[in-house]
């Protein structure tokens, strides 16, 4: 019996920004000690030698498809797909069914997840044509979340009345508004007009660029009006990208997201894998594929998200009309952009700040992000000489299927580590026996 309950020793951690050689303690759930020397004096020891210690991934954008839609994945799923993906904490979107507009669906939400999470989880909040009301009174939430285009679900704020109130009342509660940017107008009037063409293809006339700068556009005339902090989801293209770098210049609280999605595919792989690659918005062209990289490189985006979203393979199989929007994420992101950076694509360290610090500032989590003395034990180890091939087969969620299938990735999940509880490691889930170590997975925000 030691003084710890776990020791981390012979690692490589990422530590302000770069890697050291030390040694982790952790002491109920947190990092106790970061240490120089072998830490002999624990109930657990786990030799990390030839292997990098992050923190745990923080995936800000999920749809864990809890309460409404089990069969696509449930928070059991969810939270073992996570864990597979090296991810510790998620923010889930609101977009269920019914979806997630009042503080009581909350309540009854929140208790469902306690039941079943395997991870740490926050929610975002969803907007409404009408719960003002709700916004107010929602409590622990990351964000609200505002649907200005139809998607996956009903969520939609296409009244501008209902729009002002919400940049208002986030304003006075210091809440973020975290945006789905697409137009609806313009969604439906090119829906019409293409109404008659059934190709994949289809999908980048209906959901376009325009449509996602005018949204954006919309967005930020409220967020200047009521200073409201301002995050848009998934960006999609090479002007949008802009839009909200000139909108920074120009001092706004604004933030933005790239998705693995958007930085490796692009029409051409719609082309060839149809209704697979459905999602929304619409993947664009080549040269916007590059610029979200470019953007990617010169800090222009604020965190990498997945927008998991799942759906089982035969609904995504229809013609394009009827196949729901939404690819699978949680698996392969920390592994696709481990790859990116063997392959110079990135900096590696970039690339981890942007899915754990970054993140965890921007939602204003507390305790988590970071290695450091006093943070939850929240820990990803990974293997970035482990080369690997993508299967359907090896995925946890339900949707069980992967746009990447078949792809040969360099950087693999070796471990992950909640709270200080092993609970995926060499490729299998450890279902903790100790119901106190899952007390307490929801977390809480600064402010
Ligand atoms: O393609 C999408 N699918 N975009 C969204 O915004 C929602 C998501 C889903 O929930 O399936
Ligand atoms: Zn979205
Ligand atoms: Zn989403």
Not at 31 to 47: G, M, Y
Not at 101 to 110: G, P
Not at 139 to 155: C, E, P, V, W
Not at 359 to 387: C, M, Q, R, S, W
Request: glycine residues 6%; contains cysteine.
């Amino acid at each position: 019996m030691g003084s710890y309950e776990l020791a981390l020793n012979n690692g490589k951690l990422f530590f302000n920004n770069s890697f050291i050689d030390a040694h982790i303690a952790v002491l109920d759930g947190r990092i106790a000690e970061i240490k120089k020397v072998e830490i002999h004096d624990a109930e657990q020891i786990i030799d990390c030698k030839g292997k990098l210690i992050l923190p745990g991934i923080i995936d800000a954008h999920v749809h864990f498809r809890v309460p409404g839609n089990e069969k696509k994945e449930d928070w059991v799923s969810g939270s073992k797909a996570a864990l597979h993906g090296g991810v510790t904490t998620v923010l889930d979107m609101p977009n269920n069914n019914p979806a997630i507009v009042t503080a009581d669906l909350l309540e009854e939400k929140r208790k469902l997840v306690e039941k079943d999470s395997l991870i740490n989880y926050g929610f975002h909040f969803g907007v409404s044509n009408g719960n003002s009301r709700e916004l107010k009174n929602a409590r622990n939430i990351a964000s609200f979340k505002l649907y200005m285009g139809s998607t996956t679900g009903n969520l939609l704020v296409n009244d501008d009345s209902a729009l002002e109130k919400c940049f208002e009342i986030a304003s006075l509660k210091s809440k973020m508004i975290v945006v789905h940017a697409e137009d609806e107008k313009i969604i439906l009037q090119n829906a019409k007009k293409f109404q008659n063409e059934s190709t994949t293809k289809v999908h980048n006339k209906i959901r376009t660029v325009e449509a996602e700068l005018e949204a954006i556009k919309k967005a930020i005339s409220y967020a200047k009006q009521f200073k409201t902090r301002l995050h848009i989801c998934h960006v999609s293209s090479k002007e949008a990208l802009s839009l909200i770098q000139d909108a920074k210049k120009a001092g706004l609280h604004i933030s933005c997201e790239v998705t693995p999605t958007y930085l490796f595919f692009d029409e051409r792989d719609v082309e060839k894998k149809g209704s697979l690659l459905k999602v929304n918005p619409s993947i664009k062209t080549e040269k916007d594929r590059k610029a979200l990289w470019f953007g990617l490189n010169t800090s222009q985006f604020d965190i990498i998200a997945t927008d998991h979203a799942p759906h089982l393979l035969e609904e995504k199989q229809q013609d394009y009309w009827k196949a729901p929007s939404g690819i699978p994420g949680i698996e392969t992101s920390l592994s696709l952009m481990l790859d990116a950076s063997e392959k110079r694509l990135i900096q590696l360290e970039k690339a981890i700040k942007l899915m754990t610090e970054m993140p965890a500032a921007l939602f204003k989590i507390k305790n988590k992000g970071k290695i450091e003395k006093g943070y939850d034990a929240d820990l990803t180890i990974v293997d970035l000489k482990k080369e690997f091939v993508v299967k359907n087969e090896d995925l946890f969620s339900k949707s069980a299927w992967t746009p990447f299938e078949g792809i040969k990735l360099k950087g693999k999940v070796d471990k992950t580590l909640v709270k200080g509880s092993l609970l995926f490691d060499n490729d299998d889930i450890i279902i903790n026996k100790n119901k106190e170590a899952k007390a307490n997975l929801e977390v809480g925000y600064y402010g």
